[in-house]
């Protein structure tokens, strides 16, 4: 993303020096996580909590971590949801909603440069997260 803003004749030596450092780091990927204590610490969290469907998610007060089930973490959200009156919407209108830009954007060649129309699309439908409440 970060190449497309360069002039067009650049381009493409840029776009392949990134794409070389790319395969140069997935190629040693293996070898620091397996040397370095604290990515194995931190791999081997990543596997219990999988392994436990738990997840890791911020506090509302303080600077905590709390650890909890998926599940319950779900029905804490449509909990606090429903408490408060929150209407959902039988469908997801997001993905209609991108169609259209798309469109939009690619019959609109005059007015948004060919360059910048990634700028306006949103790759990553949005998700409800909150923090977890805890009490004293």
Known sequence: MATTQLPPNEREVYQKMVADCINTLQQNKS?????HPKARQI??????????????????????LVILP????????????????????PM?????????????????????PWDSKWKYINLNPPTIKGPIKLHK
């Open 92 to 112: 997801d209108p997001t993905n209609a909603f991108q169609d259209q830009i798309r469109k939009t954007l690619k019959e609109s060649k005059t007015l948004i």
């Open 43 to 64: 791999k081997s969290i990543e596997t219990k909590l999988s392994d436990n469907k738990a997840m890791i998610t911020r506090a509302d007060k303080g600077n905590s």
């Open 70 to 89: 998926i599940q319950q973490y779900e029905s804490k959200i449509q909990n606090f949801l429903h408490k408060n009156n929150c209407q959902t919407a």
């Open 31 to 35: 070898s620091i996580h397996d040397t």
